[in-house]
């Protein structure tokens, strides 16, 4: 089990934080529902749908309901302070509707927000940067660790700070457009092996033997990847590792839920696209899909 970060606890909410509210209320064109005691989840999009398959396959009793921002998708290519006014509103969202545990299953936002929403809430809220990080390090033979993610995520420094004190040398690449052809669908064309083989260059030069997928997205690309990077190359998804923090948080079996499990979506884009790619990645779990309007 991998070990927690000793500030990931519960923290009360303060009076004010680094923040201005944001000027648009957030209101749904339904009545914002209850998700009391599950576990809350979202992403710029589809990637981090990998998390929540990990948190289903890890924790089956455990009800969770995903937020997917696609309204207002890609992150990656945002400035900083739209992303953490996007995961503000999504993390108030979430935490009104009773969430017990908010689970920032994109790297973007996690980079942006995640030590503002832990300030924010009185319920635990966890990041993908830090577990992938520490799993890498773990796994790597030579020291050599090559991340890739998207240009906001790489350029935020968020790994190469989690890597400092660890005995790694890291090598960050950032990939565009690995993003947009996984919310397209597209996860294994000729395009994606051309594009892959061009950004994915400077880490083979690197002579990485473990690479951190620092998008949750990159997952879903997983087979490209390893085409490219060589079987000698160890793929860490941190959307497993995440997976395995949030079963440590969760701590003894009596801390897991006992209500009817169930599993909800919202999104701020289209729904039927939501659902027709939601079950390609994710599965049968996908169900009816809730339209969230931002205003």
């Given at each position: 089990?991998?070990?927690?970060?000793?500030?990931?606890?519960?923290?009360?909410?303060?009076?004010?934080?680094?923040?201005?509210?944001?000027?648009?209320?957030?209101?749904?064109?339904?009545?914002?529902?209850?998700?009391?005691?599950?576990?809350?989840?979202?992403?710029?999009?589809?990637?981090?749908?990998?998390?929540?398959?990990?948190l289903i396959d890890l924790l089956p009793n455990e009800s969770t309901v995903y937020f997917g921002d696609t309204g207002r998708f890609p992150y990656g290519s945002k400035p900083a302070d739209e992303v953490l006014k996007y995961s503000i509103e999504i993390g108030d969202l979430l935490v009104d509707r009773g969430v017990k545990m908010l689970v920032v299953a994109c790297n973007s936002a996690a980079s942006?927000?995640?030590?503002?929403?832990?300030?924010?809430?009185?319920?635990?809220?966890?990041?993908?940067?830090?577990?992938?990080?520490?799993?890498?390090?773990?796994?790597?033979?030579?020291?050599?660790?090559?991340?890739?993610?998207?240009?906001?995520?790489?350029?935020?420094?968020?790994?190469?700070?989690?890597?400092?004190?660890?005995?790694?040398?890291?090598?960050?690449?950032?990939?565009?457009?690995?993003?947009?052809?996984?919310?397209?669908?597209?996860?294994?064309?000729?395009?994606?092996?051309?594009?892959?083989?061009?950004?994915?260059?400077?880490l083979r030069t690197a002579d990485v033997d473990t690479l951190i997928l620092g998008c949750t997205h990159y997952p879903l690309l997983a087979r490209t990847i390893g085409d490219v990077m060589g079987r000698e190359v160890f793929l860490v998804s941190s959307a497993d590792e995440t997976a395995f923090e949030v079963r440590a948080l969760l701590g003894a079996p009596d801390a897991y839920s006992t209500r009817a499990m169930s599993h909800r979506f919202m999104t701020s884009g289209d729904v039927s696209t939501f659902k027709r790619l939601g079950t390609q990645f994710l599965g049968p779990e996908v169900g009816g899909v809730e339209g969230w309007t931002w205003r």
């Open positions: 089990m991998l070990p927690l970060r000793t500030d990931s606890g519960v923290r009360p909410r303060p009076d004010s934080v680094e923040f201005v509210e944001p000027q648009s209320e957030t209101r749904s064109e339904a009545t914002v529902g209850s998700d009391e005691g599950a576990i809350g989840v979202f992403d710029s999009g589809l990637g981090g749908l990998t998390v929540l398959r990990a942006a927000a995640l030590d503002t929403l832990q300030q924010r809430y009185q319920i635990p809220v966890i990041g993908v940067v830090e577990p992938g990080v520490r799993a890498a390090a773990a796994t790597t033979r030579s020291g050599r660790v090559g991340v890739i993610g998207t240009v906001g995520t790489i350029a935020s420094g968020a790994y190469q700070r989690a890597a400092q004190g660890l005995s790694i040398d890291l090598e960050c690449a950032a990939c565009p457009g690995f993003v947009e052809f996984v919310e397209s669908g597209d996860t294994e064309s000729d395009q994606v092996h051309v594009l892959a083989h061009r950004l994915l260059a400077p």
